[in-house]
């Protein structure tokens, strides 16, 4: 095969489009391979591991695009290159049946739309701040889906917007559902009594998408960014969240979702939610809550959703039972399981595109596993990673990371990155279970199942087992049932949340952990 590089100096497109010219020139013919990325040390190593790393693409800056074809000959890989450039160079279709006036500002969409009352913002970080505050000026409460924007811009923009009673969720609030339209990554959910503000999206999905399952529907769903209950925030965006949630007729139950907040911040959460009558959830993962009138601590993002769910009819006193029967099945499943593992594999490796179902993950593994579990996203710095494209001993790694979506589109959008990461961890004779999310809706692939189904099949003939759970519901685009359906023909090992399926890997791996102890006396 012969690889041929080219390299645009200081050269941006959007991810997206970056992800589909690469797909284009993998269907050439004659062509094995392709990457169209950002010349980042993560896509350079990314771009090793493939066999696509020149000299060039090893000289490139994070400034730079480089374009690598691996082919049959010089000729192909050369012509494909040049696809490329003519692929880059194409301006986007207008929409068609779409607004016959485009405004280019956002005072100007404004004036063209006078009954809107929320914004939308998802531009480089260091513009968004700037739109951000013409939006609040504006009145308009704002979804600030862009990242880097700094600490000390976030901070003045939520006092702005607590001052004009209006909402700044972000930055980097991927989700956010208002009376009942989807922003971001969402997924389709009814409408209902459980109110939700979330500082992390893929949680809010998660936890939305178990109580629909249980027929349960949403009232809103606020997303408030991952800073946002940092002391130096003060949980400005939880706080005005849950006291439009506590004020709303339509809201019965509400459920708070996040990492662990500062110790203030909990404190004024805390006695926030306990001057309502209605029942609050409160989903700290891997914190404490302590216990306050009208609260439900929950452990869990499942345990989360069916306290949310039994609030409802004053019976919360089912959740343990129902968990108890759930760990005793994981139990039953989990031994055939690591019984039939070969070759002394006993490694567990996590493949996440949700940040926060990655967490949770790490969270429920750190009480079952006897090994620390390394991350790009770790509980603890002690466990960083010293090479994210790398695994070390129990790994987990977000995908969703910013180290591996600058030049690439999100994992939610783009399998590519995880197909070539299974794909590495199945060369692994070390590894015994693979673990997988895949989180549905809009925004979302369209098949991601289908997309990984090959390379899950190709672990399993290496002999890991795979775990995963799927986010989302019936109605979303791609059918929770279907891509159920396609991870289990693959051979996968479905379970019905994310906790359930880090509670079945861990109990799987701490069991041939427990072996090879035994071996060892």
């Not at 020149?54 to 050369?78: I, K, W, Y």
């Not at 609040?136 to 607590?162: C, P, Q, T, W, Y």
């Not at 069916?306 to 959740?319: C, D, I, Q, R």
């Not at 996968?492 to 041939?512: D, F, K, T």
Request: with cysteine; charged share 20%.
């Amino acid at each position: 095969m012969n690889v041929q590089t080219l390299i645009k100096t200081s050269e941006y497109h959007d991810s997206v489009k970056l992800m589909l010219v690469a797909r284009e020139l993998s269907r050439l013919a004659g062509v094995r391979d392709a990457a169209v990325v950002m010349g980042t040390e993560a896509n350079k190593s990314l771009l090793e591991q493939s066999g696509l790393l020149s000299a060039q693409a090893q000289a490139a800056t994070p400034n730079d695009l480089v374009l690598v074809v691996s082919a049959q000959d010089q000729e192909v890989a050369q012509a494909a290159l040049k696809t490329a450039e003519a692929l880059l160079a194409r301006r986007a279709e207008p929409a068609s049946g779409g607004l016959d006036f485009r405004p280019r500002t956002l005072r100007s969409a404004v004036k063209a739309q006078p009954e809107a009352n929320v914004a939308v913002i998802s531009v480089t970080g260091r513009f968004a701040a700037d739109e951000a505050r013409h939006a609040l000026s504006e009145g308009l409460h704002v979804l600030l889906f862009s990242d880097n924007v700094s600490l000390e811009d976030e901070i003045s923009l939520k006092r702005m917007a607590h001052e004009k009673g209006l909402l700044l969720m972000g930055p980097g609030a991927g989700t956010a559902i208002l009376n009942g339209v989807a922003l971001g990554f969402a997924n389709r959910l009814p409408r209902g009594p459980v109110g939700v503000v979330s500082a992390a999206g893929t949680g809010l999905q998660e936890v939305t998408t178990l109580l629909a399952r249980q027929g349960v529907g949403l009232s809103q769903g606020i997303g408030t960014g991952g800073r946002d209950l940092r002391e130096d925030v003060g949980g400005i965006m939880m706080l005005d969240g849950l006291k439009a949630l506590q004020e709303d007729p339509e809201t019965r139950v509400i459920l708070l979702v996040s990492k662990p907040p500062a110790a203030s911040v909990t404190t004024r959460i805390l006695e926030q939610a306990s001057t309502s009558k209605k029942p609050t959830v409160v989903c700290f993962l891997g914190g404490k809550v302590p216990t306050a009138p009208g609260i439900l601590p929950a452990r869990t993002l499942q345990e989360a959703a069916l306290l949310a769910a039994t609030a409802l009819t004053g019976e919360t006193g089912k959740v343990q039972e129902i968990l108890d029967r759930q760990m005793q099945d994981l139990q039953a499943r989990s031994q055939p399981l690591a019984e039939a593992m070969r070759g002394g594999r006993t490694r567990l490796r996590g493949l996440f595109s949700g940040g926060t179902l990655a967490y949770e993950a790490q969270v429920i593994w750190r009480d079952l596993l006897a090994e620390p579990v390394f991350s790009n996203a770790p509980l603890d710095a002690v466990h960083q990673m010293s090479d994210s494209t790398r695994s070390q001993g129990h790994t987990i790694v977000d995908l969703g990371e910013e180290e591996f979506t600058v030049g690439r589109p999100h994992p939610m959008i783009d399998q590519d990155l995880r197909t070539r990461r299974i794909l590495q961890e199945a060369q692994d004779s070390e590894v015994a279970v693979l673990v997988l999310d895949l989180v549905l809706g809009h925004g979302a692939h369209p098949d991601p199942a289908g997309e990984l189904s090959e390379a899950i099949r190709k672990a399993r003939e290496a002999g890991i087992a795979v775990v995963a759970s799927v986010t989302g519901t019936e109605q979303d685009p791609q059918a929770l049932a279907r891509q159920t359906r396609i991870l289990r023909d693959a051979g996968v090992e479905v379970c019905e949340s994310n906790a359930a399926a880090a509670q079945l890997a861990g109990l799987v791996v701490a069991r041939l952990e427990q072996v090879v102890v035994a071996k060892g006396r």
